[in-house]
């Protein structure tokens, strides 16, 4: 089964530039996450997707950040301008969401963003 | 808002040891709280589950508590080896959506 497929790996850019990641979940998932992680703390959300309706956004800094899940399925995350306090890495995740009996959520392997 | 405690400092134990890992919750007590493993330059891959009406889970080598009085969660590792060195994330959801909130973690180094 594939996993969380995320893009891109790495990116630099300079402050008040603007960034896009892309997050292709795991097939059949209903929800998907964006999770900020600063360098030596956990995963903060960002955002939480169920299908394509946003289920939670309250840590999002809408003025600068936004994003979209059309048709259920891929995710983008776009920041624009950037700060230097963006820097960190970018993780989606995904989940079966009320199907699961875990609540597991898979994590892809991240976008590491570096603001300059 | 929910906020999670886990140990600051990094653990370092010696190979066949029993690790034992810290998470401390505020607030109100979760649904249910899951454990976390990251490897440095990866996502977290989740280990285990235990619900708020469990007092302990196992899975193999791993053992996870769930105290609601003290607000806490243990997690072990017995016979530790070196491949179980890395960090370690809690995270408790809550809410109707079941969000997620994670701990800082804690790195943890199995040394041979």
């Known amino acids: 089964e594939a996993g969380v497929a995320q893009s891109p790996r790495y990116k630099i850019i300079e402050k008040r530039q603007s960034v896009a990641f892309w997050c292709n979940p795991i097939s059949g998932h209903a929800t998907l996450y964006w999770y900020q992680q600063i360098l030596g703390q956990g995963p903060k959300l960002l955002i939480q997707f169920q299908n394509n309706g946003v289920v939670d956004d309250s840590q999002l800094p809408k003025d600068r950040f936004s994003a979209e899940r059309l048709k259920g399925v891929d995710s983008t995350l776009k920041i624009q301008p950037a700060k230097l306090e963006d820097s960190a890495v970018y993780l989606c995740?995904?989940?079966?969401?009320?199907?699961?009996?875990?609540?597991?959520?898979?994590f892809g392997e991240g976008s590491r963003l570096t603001v300059l | 808002s929910q906020k999670i405690e886990q140990n600051s400092e990094a653990l370092n134990i010696q190979e066949g040891k029993t690790a034992t890992l810290t998470c401390n919750y505020t607030?109100?007590?979760?649904?249910?709280l899951q454990w976390y493993r990251q490897d440095p330059g990866r996502g977290p891959v989740f280990l285990l589950l235990?619900?708020?009406?469990?007092k302990e889970k196992r899975k193999e080598r791993l053992k996870v508590t769930f105290d609601t009085t003290l607000k806490q969660s243990l997690f072990h590792i017995t016979a530790s080896q070196p491949a179980d060195s890395a960090t370690y994330l809690c995270a408790t959801a809550s809410g109707s959506a079941r969000q997620l909130t994670f701990g800082s973690g804690t790195q943890l180094t199995v040394l041979p």
């Open positions: 235990i619900r708020e009406n469990e």
């Open positions: 607030n109100y007590s979760p649904a249910y």
């Open positions: 995740a995904s989940s079966l969401g009320q199907g699961s009996n875990t609540g597991e959520l898979f």
